[in-house]
């Protein structure tokens, strides 16, 4: 694996499965009475959060202490931050105190991929998600977990509902699915769906009705009412209409063949893209998910961190 | 050379895989042995485990808890045990491949753990299951069971089963290889001595 994971493009083929493999392995970890590994010992993970997610920073917070390194965790409220510190300063701060791994999520599109590239930290940095850009991690717990429900995702049909324009997870899902051989079809209204989607290699629909059928598995999006200047952004007349023809509701869940599972990759807003009834049922593994966060991004940890590539092949 | 010719063990010529020092039917009766010897010291197959080393001493394992099953008529439990996460050399390799560690349901606790592994070398493997065990459970005691022997330690750990001591010098390659991987059973010596 490279020094750094910014994209889901960063990886191949080999590279992703060894990922889920390794994932794999370290699950069996949550089952154990000592949760524990011992492999970056004296390690020190930073996480490094410029926008809120409690989610994610927990995630990679347990999984870098389950393999026993050291975490920081230095969040842009109530820290230096907060008080317009430049992003360079605070690399060259983490840098002197001799951090192994930056796990970054920034609200601007492109901040990890300048991180690692500028030359001011030697860690590793991980991209939890910068912008609207990508968010790697989240789309390898996405297939982890897809994995493990279908097997081989060679010609399966995945499906993303929702709003695709401002999703991170969307975009590292669509490249990360289509490496490992399954077919991506995002569906959102034409104003939901980012210029240049036709170079993505994914199909594109309007009509979830349609799609929901021939689905192994349904992803939904949030509406990201933050990243949209008014309520809505007129981007949709209105939450109901939204949810009424891009919602996931019961009606909906019965035109999914059995062993179709149902995503989230969270915060969901119950009632909007889906209702609760759905978002509890049996098909949906959206708890599972979480679980699965935990040691996909321990696997990323483990194999960015252990050894360096100049130690000689085994 | 077919499987079944019994060679003369001075007249094997070097083949392109090395000197083969143990065929099929070697490894087959020093498995019998070293079960016969586990079941002897714990007088009984009472509270055993069997735990193999991935990938070759999950095989091994699984063969000595057969012979062990048609001498007493009892089923050990197996299991796997993998070390990757507590070996001293992580940070000096490229990452390793996680393998499988299955642990059998009832646990370690109070068990007489028998570790199982292919080659007994440094004795580094052998460190890292014992701190790899430690996070598992307690066994009430733990003993090392090993194929081949060929010295070279690094640490004061020693096996209580040996398959066959193995007199070795560094510049040479032990491989073991196991009909469950490899096709064929047979182990081997490549390079000068």
């Given at each position: 694996?490279?020094?750094?994971l ?6 191949d ?5 060894l990922?889920?493999?390794t ?17 970056l010992?004296g390690?020190t993970?930073?996480n490094?959060?410029?926008e809120d ?6 995630s990679?917070?347990?999984?870098a202490?389950r393999?026993?390194a ?10 230096s931050l907060?008080?317009?510190?430049s ?5 060259l ?14 609200w ?7 991180l690692?590239?500028s030359?001011?930290v030697?860690?590793?940095v991980v ?8 968010h790697p ?21 995945v499906?993303?509902v ?10 590292s899902?669509?490249i ?24 993505w ?5 309007y ?16 509406v990201?009412?933050?990243r949209?200047s008014?309520e ?6 209105s939450a ?15 035109l999914?063949?059995?062993h179709t599972?149902?995503?989230h990759?969270?915060?969901?807003i ?6 609760a ?16 966060g ?7 940890l483990?194999?960015?961190?252990s050894?360096?590539e100049?130690?000689?092949a085994e | 050379m ?5 060679p003369l063990?001075?007249s ?13 039917r ?6 019998t ?5 586990i079941?002897e010291r ?5 509270d ?11 095989p ?6 057969e012979?062990?099953?048609?001498a ?11 070390v990757?996460m507590?070996?001293?050399d992580l ?6 491949t996680?393998?499988p560690?299955e ?5 370690l606790?109070?068990?007489?753990v ?5 080659v007994l070398?440094?004795?580094r493997t ?19 069971a090993?194929?081949v ?6 640490l004061?750990?020693?096996?209580d089963f040996?398959g066959?001591?193995l007199?070795?010098?560094l ?5 073991v ?9 047979a ?6 001595p």
């Amino acid at each position: 694996m490279k020094h750094h994971l910014l994209s889901a493009a960063d990886l191949d083929r080999t590279e992703a499965e060894l990922v889920l493999s390794t994932a794999e392995e370290l699950r069996s970890l949550a089952d154990r009475p000592i949760k524990k590994l011992p492999a970056l010992r004296g390690r020190t993970v930073v996480n490094l959060f410029f926008e809120d997610s409690t989610r994610t920073r927990i995630s990679f917070e347990a999984a870098a202490k389950r393999l026993s390194a050291d975490v920081i965790n230095f969040s842009a409220k109530g820290s230096s931050l907060s008080k317009g510190e430049s992003l360079k300063d605070t690399a060259l701060t983490l840098e002197a105190m001799g951090a192994d791994a930056v796990v970054i999520r920034h609200w601007a599109s492109g901040a990890p991929h300048l991180l690692a590239n500028s030359g001011w930290v030697r860690s590793s940095v991980v991209n939890a998600g910068d912008g609207t850009h990508e968010h790697p991690t989240q789309a390898l717990l996405d297939a982890f977990t897809l994995w493990r429900h279908l097997g081989s995702l060679d010609g399966r049909r995945v499906a993303i509902v929702g709003d695709v324009l401002h999703s991170r997870v969307a975009r590292s899902n669509a490249i990360l699915l289509r490496t490992l051989g399954a077919e991506v079809t995002l569906i959102a209204p034409p104003t939901l769906l980012p210029v240049g989607v036709g170079g993505w290699g994914v199909e594109t629909s309007y009509d979830i009705d349609a799609v929901l059928p021939k689905a192994d598995a349904v992803m939904m999006l949030r509406v990201q009412r933050e990243r949209m200047s008014r309520e809505g952004g007129g981007f949709f007349p209105s939450a109901r209409e939204y949810s009424r023809r891009y919602g996931l509701d019961s009606r909906r869940m019965g035109l999914l063949q059995d062993h179709t599972v149902v995503m989230h990759p969270g915060p969901m807003i119950r009632g909007m893209e889906i209702t609760a009834d759905v978002a509890d049922s049996d098909r949906s593994v959206i708890v599972e998910q979480v679980t699965n966060g935990v040691a996909v991004r321990m696997a990323v940890l483990y194999l960015l961190l252990s050894g360096n590539e100049s130690g000689g092949a085994e | 050379m077919p499987a079944d010719a019994a060679p003369l063990r001075d007249s094997v010529p070097a083949s392109p895989e090395g000197r083969t020092v143990l065929d099929a039917r070697d490894i087959s009766r020093a498995l019998t042995r070293i079960s016969h010897e586990i079941l002897e010291r714990n007088k009984g197959a009472d509270d055993l485990l069997l735990l193999g080393i991935p990938t070759r001493g999950v095989p091994l394992a699984r063969r000595i808890a057969e012979r062990i099953a048609s001498a007493e008529g009892y089923d050990v439990p197996v299991g796997s045990l993998d070390v990757t996460m507590y070996r001293d050399d992580l940070r000096m390799r490229p990452a390793r491949t996680l393998l499988p560690t299955e642990i059998p349901e009832d646990g370690l606790d109070g068990k007489v753990v028998v570790l199982v592994d292919d080659v007994l070398f440094s004795g580094r493997t052998i460190r890292a299951a014992l701190d790899a065990m430690n996070d598992v459970g307690r066994p009430q005691s733990v003993r090392l069971a090993v194929l081949v022997d060929r010295g070279h330690r690094e640490l004061p750990i020693r096996a209580d089963f040996v398959g066959k001591n193995l007199p070795t010098s560094l510049g040479e390659k032990v491989r073991v290889r196991l009909a469950e991987f490899d096709d064929v059973d047979a182990v081997t010596i490549e390079g000068t001595p």
